[in-house]
């Protein structure tokens, strides 16, 4: 049998929501009754390789959190105390990679706005993660993809290697330590994490995920998860 692989799952949380513009920031926001936050966190605890789950909550924050935490998260297991964020979600990963049990050899990385990814999905990635180091979720897209810069497309990438990333994404510890540090000595702010490691040069697997892990971005992604979980 394989070693086990000792995840610790990073809930990031730590986002104002501007676009969802709603009273309180995004992860606190209920979905049909449970907070976005809560729900994901859900989902990585239900999976059996995840070990820890560290929440990074909103710097300022902490007080909503601990009522969240004593209203919705009383039974939680794998929960360990929250961090503070930054500014940019990069931030946001780098606290939350400062706090990791020093135990953990793997992180998988995820959205608390993904709040209807699968357990499955979870266990999928992180297993997949495990030979070359990396892996995440994702989805092939769609619409044929542009790339465009001042209004005129630059090119037209092949669609059928177009894929919308996903979260989680899984890696080793020490290798997303060295993805963060090297993006930050560059001045590369990335809007994924698989981003910073592919600039290393190292392998990503890619694990299939399902479309209906999405984002909740704007008041029509909060409907539309409404709608799916029944209430909407
Ligand atoms: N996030 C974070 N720290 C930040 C910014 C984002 O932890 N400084 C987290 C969010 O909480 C979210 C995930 O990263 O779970 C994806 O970000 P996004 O969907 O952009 O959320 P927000 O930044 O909160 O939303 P907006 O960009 O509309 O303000
Ligand atoms: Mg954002």
């Known amino acids: 049998m394989l070693p086990a692989m000792r ?3 990073l809930l990031l949380a730590a986002g ?14 209920a979905l049909a009754g449970r907070s ?22 909103p710097v300022g924050e902490s007080e909503r959190y601990r009522a969240l935490e004593e209203r919705e998260l009383a039974g939680a297991t794998k929960l360990l105390p929250a961090v503070e964020g930054g500014a940019e979600r990069q931030d946001s990963v780098r606290a939350g990679l400062a706090a990791l049990p020093v135990e953990a050899e ?39 993809v542009k790339r465009v810069r001042e209004g005129r497309v630059l090119e037209t990438p092949p669609r059928d290697e177009c894929w919308a990333a996903q979260t989680p994404q899984v890696f080793r510890v020490e290798l997303l330590r060295k993805a ?37 971005t704007d008041p029509d992604d909060l ?6 979980l029944g209430r909407g």
């Open 7 to 9: 995840v610790a799952a």
């Open 16 to 29: 104002r929501g501007e676009r969802l513009a709603a009273s309180v920031p995004k992860a606190f926001v």
């Open 36 to 57: 976005l936050l809560a729900r994901s966190s859900d989902a990585l605890a239900a999976c059996a390789a995840v070990e820890w789950i560290l929440p990074v909550i």
């Open 106 to 144: 793997w992180v998988a990385v995820h959205d608390a706005a993904r709040a209807l990814v699968s357990s499955q999905d979870v266990a999928r990635v992180i297993a997949a993660a495990r030979n070359e180091g990396a892996a995440l979720l994702a989805h092939p897209v769609a619409d044929t």
């Open 180 to 216: 963060l540090e090297r993006a930050d000595a560059e001045g590369f702010q990335g809007t994924d994490d698989a981003s910073l490691v592919e600039r290393l040069g190292r392998p990503v697997r890619v694990v299939p995920g399902d479309p209906g892990n999405r984002k909740i």
């Open 223 to 228: 409907r539309w998860a409404e709608a799916r």
